[in-house]
């Protein structure tokens, strides 16, 4: 989006886990966190807010449904860590916030491995319903071993395996969300006394190889109908997927610039191949910002987190993604060396590792010197907002998913230090433009899905915006 002016305009999400640690491994020691409170609503409540008063298009929360047991077989690691253990449900920790918030987007994850899409359909509704438009799904096919042994779901044979079942579970969804009640379908006439027309809500009789579902949708039309697409595909199946189904797909900034450039030009040309255009999906880079009155103060700040950080749980986490254990190789060897002997492709590290040309010791001490981690940006405002603008139009990125060291801290700084100055160069909003998040994210007056988007397909009757 570009203002009246021509200018690039940014998009900022954060991006957060209601969990002890997910991007910010050990700094919960750090005496100002106040991360120990992921449990309390007051706490979250303090982070929409701050969200909101730094513009920014929504707060991201991150799910997973299992321990991962990524280093050595057992769960120690993770429960040491606190990492992404315990975790609290996102769907509610979204909903506690809505009333303290008018305008931030709610983004939420939610596998569709695990529950039928119907009751799914149901809770994204029901929180479309509740921040009057604000809702946004993050999809994943979850891959944590431990999930599907809690859930009691056979193992998929393969990561493309449940992006196919995915596709069946979306398009159940869309049948419910966009094809089951009429716009007009609630009438509400004192007069007569009927509240809903049936003549406007319509069964969806799904069939299909994986589910089934009768509907009509229990639920009366949400805002936004379909919640905002998040998605973050990164293999080529799930690129296929995010290219077809995200509105706003994240990305790793992990790799080697060109391999980077080449992923995010691949995700742009799979989603014109589905019809789409330019403008209707949004790429945004995982970030983080530490700044403050000037450099000196950001590098003080930053030399402070790196001193309560645990790189054991970064480690873990990218593990988990990516199933590289460092530790079962010697320090010396040289990463690539390492990941061909583990039977990686190419392909497979574009996204989480940051150039395969380093040693293992490298790679393993990055997670220590968290400054030093790809798209991790250190300095005076002034200095943080141009290489933010640089490193959008190097990319062609819309914006970026922000990962914050310190809570509450770094928000604040975001919110006093940055957003001022992206707001001075006018590429950034000073007033939401819109009342919905998708509006919040592609203009006023797109309430609603793209008649571009696959789901748009399963729409009933010509819709009143
Ligand atoms: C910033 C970021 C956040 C993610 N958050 C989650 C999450 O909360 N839950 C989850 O199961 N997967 C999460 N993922 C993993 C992605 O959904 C996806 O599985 C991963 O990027 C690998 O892509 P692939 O599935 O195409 O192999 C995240 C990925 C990224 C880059």
């Given at each position: 989006?570009?203002?009246?002016?021509?200018?690039?305009?940014?998009?900022?999400?954060?991006?957060?886990?209601?969990?002890?640690?997910?991007?910010?491994?050990?700094?919960?020691?750090?005496?100002?966190?106040?991360?120990?409170?992921?449990?309390?609503?007051?706490?979250?409540?303090?982070?929409?807010?701050?969200?909101?008063?730094?513009?920014?298009?929504?707060?991201?929360?991150?799910?997973?449904?299992?321990?991962?047991?990524?280093?050595?077989?057992?769960?120690?690691?993770?429960?040491?860590?606190?990492?992404?253990?315990?975790?609290?449900?996102?769907?509610?920790?979204?909903?506690?916030?809505?009333?303290?918030?008018?305008?931030?987007?709610?983004?939420?994850?939610?596998?569709?491995?695990?529950?039928?899409?119907?009751?799914?359909?149901?809770?994204?509704?029901?929180?479309?319903?509740?921040?009057?438009?604000?809702?946004?799904?993050?999809?994943?096919?979850?891959?944590?071993?431990?999930?599907?042994?809690?859930?009691?779901?056979?193992?998929?044979?393969?990561?493309?395996?449940?992006?196919?079942?995915?596709?069946?579970?979306?398009?159940?969804?869309?049948?419910?969300?966009?094809?089951?009640?009429?716009?007009?379908?609630?009438?509400?006439?004192?007069?007569?006394?009927?509240?809903?027309?049936?003549?406007?809500?319509?069964?969806?009789?799904?069939?299909?190889?994986?589910?089934?579902?009768?509907?009509?949708?229990?639920?009366?039309?949400?805002?936004?109908?379909?919640?905002?697409?998040?998605?973050?595909?990164m293999?080529?199946?799930?690129?296929?997927?995010?290219?077809?189904?995200?509105?706003?797909?994240?990305?790793?900034?992990g790799s080697?610039?060109?391999t980077y450039?080449a992923l995010?030009?691949?995700?742009?040309?799979?989603?014109?191949?589905?019809?789409?255009?330019?403008?209707?999906?949004?790429?945004?880079?995982?970030?983080?910002?530490?700044?403050?009155?000037?450099?000196?103060?950001?590098?003080?700040?930053?030399?402070?987190?790196?001193?309560?950080?645990?790189?054991?749980?970064?480690?873990?986490?990218?593990?988990?993604?990516?199933?590289?254990?460092?530790?079962?190789?010697?320090?010396?060897?040289?990463?690539?060396?390492?990941?061909?002997?583990?039977?990686?492709?190419r392909d497979d590290f574009s996204a989480y590792i940051?150039?395969?040309?380093?040693?293992?010791?490298?790679?393993?001490?990055?997670?220590?010197?968290?400054?030093?981690?790809?798209?991790?940006?250190?300095?005076?405002?002034?200095?943080?907002?141009?290489?933010?603008?640089?490193?959008?139009?190097?990319?062609?990125?819309?914006?970026?998913?922000?990962?914050?060291?310190?809570?509450?801290?770094?928000?604040?700084?975001?919110?006093?230090?940055?957003?001022?100055?992206?707001?001075?160069?006018?590429?950034?909003?000073?007033?939401?433009?819109?009342?919905?998040?998708?509006?919040?994210?592609?203009?006023?007056?797109?309430?609603?899905?793209?008649?571009?988007?696959?789901?748009?397909?399963?729409?009933?009757?010509?819709?009143?915006?």
């Amino acid at each position: 989006m570009t203002d009246a002016s021509g200018k690039r305009q940014i998009h900022f999400s954060l991006l957060s886990m209601p969990t002890l640690a997910h991007n910010d491994y050990g700094i919960w020691r750090h005496p100002e966190s106040q991360k120990l409170r992921f449990d309390d609503p007051a706490f979250w409540a303090e982070i929409a807010r701050l969200c909101e008063e730094s513009k920014m298009d929504a707060l991201f929360l991150a799910d997973g449904l299992g321990i991962t047991d990524s280093f050595g077989g057992s769960f120690d690691v993770s429960l040491r860590e606190g990492m992404h253990v315990p975790v609290i449900d996102p769907g509610l920790v979204a909903a506690s916030v809505a009333s303290v918030t008018a305008h931030l987007g709610l983004a939420v994850t939610a596998a569709s491995t695990f529950d039928p899409p119907f009751s799914h359909a149901r809770r994204m509704a029901t929180l479309d319903h509740l921040t009057k438009g604000r809702a946004g799904w993050n999809v994943v096919t979850g891959f944590i071993k431990n999930a599907e042994d809690n859930y009691g779901v056979p193992p998929a044979s393969s990561s493309a395996e449940r992006y196919d079942t995915t596709e069946e579970f979306m398009d159940v969804a869309y049948k419910l969300w966009e094809g089951s009640w009429e716009d007009d379908a609630v009438v509400a006439d004192r007069e007569s006394g009927v509240y809903i027309d049936p003549d406007k809500v319509h069964r969806i009789d799904h069939v299909g190889e994986h589910y089934r579902s009768s509907g009509p949708a229990l639920w009366h039309p949400s805002p936004q109908r379909t919640p905002v697409i998040f998605q973050a595909g990164m293999s080529e199946r799930g690129r296929l997927f995010a290219a077809k189904h995200a509105e706003v797909v994240f990305t790793a900034s992990g790799s080697e610039p060109d391999t980077y450039k080449a992923l995010i030009a691949d995700l742009r040309a799979k989603a014109a191949s589905f019809g789409r255009r330019r403008e209707d999906m949004k790429l945004l880079s995982v970030a983080a910002i530490v700044t403050g009155e000037d450099d000196e103060a950001a590098r003080a700040k930053l030399a402070t987190y790196e001193k309560w950080t645990r790189p054991e749980g970064y480690l873990a986490h990218v593990n988990a993604l990516n199933g590289f254990n460092p530790l079962v190789h010697d320090r010396s060897e040289t990463l690539i060396d390492a990941l061909r002997t583990d039977g990686f492709k190419r392909d497979d590290f574009s996204a989480y590792i940051p150039s395969p040309d380093i040693t293992v010791g490298d790679y393993m001490d990055i997670f220590k010197a968290v400054g030093n981690m790809p798209g991790t940006f250190v300095g005076s405002p002034v200095k943080v907002a141009d290489q933010l603008e640089e490193y959008l139009a190097e990319y062609d990125l819309d914006g970026f998913l922000l990962r914050s060291f310190l809570y509450p801290n770094s928000l604040r700084d975001f919110r006093d230090y940055i957003v001022p100055e992206l707001q001075r160069r006018g590429v950034y909003r000073t007033e939401y433009e819109g009342t919905t998040l998708r509006e919040n994210v592609f203009g006023v007056g797109q309430k609603r899905i793209s008649e571009r988007h696959h789901a748009s397909s399963f729409r009933l009757a010509p819709i009143s915006a």
